[in-house]
């Protein structure tokens, strides 16, 4: 069973365009964030929620929101996507209650932006 | 500014030699976890360190959390090809304590 699951795993799109990246956890974490690789592989959090609330939200351009519909689910929507925007894109989630906020990762999705 | 720095960047040994990563911050830390990614994937945690002076142990891996909580280290005994990946470190940001800051990492490779 897929602990943290993303989709899609791939993205490959034009500058300009709008696009969504979808995060699933069925581990029942209350927290649930966004986490940025670039290509020399330095991992960054984006944004952090807890319970559906925000409550990281780093500079970051605001053409990124990110929506959770649910305690299970959290979506990231990028508008005008820019060159810069291509990385690969990490969903995780933990269990702020137990432990040490521990992450469990998802696979990934690889944005290229051309 | 909480920051963590991970050394050696890169690590290239041959299959059966021993190695040391380690992890520096001028900021204290309430915890220090250590996560491996291998390439197409999300990274795994492999420990956590909470007391000063922790050691602990996973098979061949030796992970120690500094006595004043601003270090650790990941000590590879007899490396294996499957031991080859990017480990990373990571503590809490801040108070919020929920979020990760990592390290950029070290990329190890093993060759048999």
């Known amino acids: 069973d897929t602990a943290v699951s993303q989709t899609p795993k791939y993205l490959v799109t034009q500058m300009g365009n709008d696009k969504s990246i979808k995060c699933e956890q069925n581990?029942?974490?209350?927290?649930m964030y966004w986490y940025k690789q670039d290509s020399k592989k330095f991992l960054k959090i984006m944004f952090s929620?807890?319970?559906?609330?925000?409550?990281i939200n780093e500079t970051v351009p605001n053409r990124f929101s990110p929506k959770s519909p649910d305690k299970a689910h959290l979506n990231l929507h990028i508008n005008s996507l820019e060159l810069g925007d291509s990385a690969v894109y990490f969903c995780?989630?933990?269990?702020?209650?137990?432990?040490?906020?521990?992450?469990?990762f998802g696979p990934g999705t690889r944005l290229t932006v051309l | 500014t909480q920051l963590l720095e991970q050394s050696p960047q890169f690590l290239s040994i041959q299959e059966g030699e021993n190695l040391t990563v380690y992890c520096n911050s001028s900021?204290?830390?309430?915890?220090l976890q250590w996560y491996r990614q291998e390439p197409g994937e999300g990274p795994v945690l492999l420990v956590t360190?909470?007391?000063?002076?922790e050691v602990k142990k996973l098979k061949r891996l030796t992970f120690q959390f500094g006595d004043a909580r601003k270090d650790s280290s990941l000590h590879i005994t007899a490396a294996q090809p499957g031991d080859t990946g990017l480990y990373l470190c990571?503590?809490?940001?801040?108070?919020?304590?929920?979020?990760?800051?990592f390290g950029k990492g070290t990329t190890l490779s093993v060759s048999s």
């Open positions: 900021s204290v830390f309430s915890s």
């Open positions: 360190v909470v007391t000063g002076g």
């Open positions: 995780a989630s933990s269990n702020s209650r137990q432990g040490y906020n521990e992450q469990f």
């Open positions: 581990l029942g974490h209350d927290t």
């Open positions: 990571a503590g809490p940001v801040n108070q919020a304590g929920t979020a990760l800051i």
């Open positions: 929620y807890n319970n559906k609330e925000l409550i």
